[in-house]
């Protein structure tokens, strides 16, 4: 169970980079850049923090491991290929602001399972901007298969989590990810609402 595991994460996370790029460079999608850097940011010493506080390994928190390449490459991908609106704004910077005092404050108390609750802190700020841009947004701006399959990766990692702070970061992600594609969902309703009105005008004007 424990090999399926870490097959599973590792393959979803690696077919969800893949697709995501994709979409980027296709223009598909336009996903927040400071949400990808802060889950960057975060990811790396969230492991830093589980690894520090007690004798793990990289494959005891798979997920973890996985989303560094995951989120680190999608960041990179969509800093090159990502259009304007993906770019950083004022309260993108605010967040990063928060972010690096956490990770700062953590360097220097080294109370790791402390920073790691913080640290899961951070991975929830990440979602603002997008979360923002998808509230004030006429339409979905993300992909559902996507989103789907990073729900469906810290589940697969439930599976061979080693210690609470693994499990900590796999139902973080699982809740955070199924609100976000309830925003989705939002967002897809809205922007047949508004074909509906913009048919019905154009039918009655004509």
Not at 109 to 128: D, E, N
Request: with cysteine.
């Amino acid at each position: 169970m424990r090999e399926f595991s870490i097959a599973a994460v590792v393959a979803t996370n690696t077919l969800i980079g893949i697709r995501y790029c994709w979409l980027i460079s296709k223009g598909k999608i336009s996903p927040a850049l400071a949400m990808w850097v802060f889950f960057t940011i975060a990811t790396i010493g969230s492991l830093l923090t589980y690894l520090s506080e007690g004798d793990y390994g990289l494959l005891d928190n798979i997920l973890n491991t996985a989303d560094i390449v995951l989120v680190g490459s999608v960041s990179i991908w969509i800093a090159f290929f990502g259009d304007r609106s993906t770019r950083f704004n004022r309260f993108d910077l605010g967040c990063l602001i928060g972010v690096i005092v956490i990770v700062v404050v953590w360097a220097i108390t080294r109370q790791h399972v402390i920073a790691h609750a913080s640290i899961q802190a951070i991975l929830v700020i990440g979602y603002f901007p997008v979360v923002r841009r998808m509230w004030r947004a006429n339409r979905n701006t993300e992909s559902f298969t996507m989103w789907i399959g990073l729900m469906l990766a810290p589940v697969f990692s439930l599976l061979s989590s080693v210690g609470m702070l693994a499990t900590v970061y796999a139902v973080r992600a699982i809740v955070c990810t199924g609100a976000l594609l309830v925003l989705m969902i939002r967002g897809e309703w809205k922007a047949r609402r508004l074909d509906r009105e913009s048919a019905q005008t154009g039918a009655t004007q004509g």
